[in-house]
């Protein structure tokens, strides 16, 4: 089975995403979403993430 986490670094938050899916549209986003069960959905454009499996991390990288 694969699991899926998003860990936000500086912080001690680990974010299970449970479900992921792609709506069909021509907008371009990935969007969050906790569910009642405290994990996490997970949102996003076929355009942006074209193939999730190939997915291994997502990364916000802060320059100052």
Known sequence: MV???IV???T???LEISKAAAPR???EFIH???LPDGTWR????PGTIP???KV???RIIRED
Do not use: C, N, W
């Not at 997970?42 to 454009?45: D, E, K, N, R, T």
């Open 12 to 14: 001690d938050q680990v």
């Open 51 to 53: 193939d999730f499996t």
């Open 8 to 10: 936000i670094e500086g």
């Open 3 to 5: 699991r899926r986490f």
């Open 32 to 34: 969050l979403d906790k």
């Open 56 to 58: 291994q991390a997502l």
């Open 42 to 45: 997970l949102l996003y454009s």
């Open 25 to 27: 549209t021509a907008k």
